[in-house]
């Protein structure tokens, strides 16, 4: 393909953007959804992180971007080549051509506000490898 499958966001923004050329155009088009297994899809999802929220945005799907969590309280991202070194600048375009994995290191904090809770916060660090499938 002639585009990066993966993107980081420029800094300081935190998140990436995933691209997927869903009308086999060779490009990625924004401008336009297409159907996909019954479903309408952009060719361009970005993921990113303000305040305390993670946020999904499709393009030509969702006008604005849309809370997928709003209880994190960090989030980092490491892009990694396919050989598992650090890709650094995975922002630019040469750069992120080259990732084959994100790592993605969430903290959370129990809502103490729950009838759930033991009045104790608790912290809860996961740690995720994300391949990016069909790239060589």
């Not at 993670?54 to 997928?68: A, K, T, W």
Request: proline share 4%.
């Amino acid at each position: 393909a002639s585009f990066a499958a993966i993107t980081a966001l420029t800094p300081p923004q935190t998140g990436f953007m995933i691209s997927n050329d869903w009308n086999a155009t060779g490009a990625i088009e924004t401008n336009l959804s297409v159907t996909v297994n019954g479903a309408l899809r952009g060719e361009q999802i970005t993921y990113d992180f303000v305040n305390s929220a993670l946020r999904r945005q499709e393009s030509q799907i969702n006008g604005s971007p849309v809370d997928v969590s709003s209880a994190i309280t960090a989030i980092s991202f490491q892009y990694l080549d396919a050989d598992d070194v650090a890709v650094n600048t995975p922002h630019l375009a040469s750069s992120a051509a080259t990732i084959r994995t994100v790592v993605v290191t969430v903290t959370t904090t129990q809502d103490l506000q729950s009838p759930h809770s033991t009045g104790d916060a608790v912290s809860v660090k996961s740690t995720i490898r994300a391949r990016v499938r069909n790239r060589s």
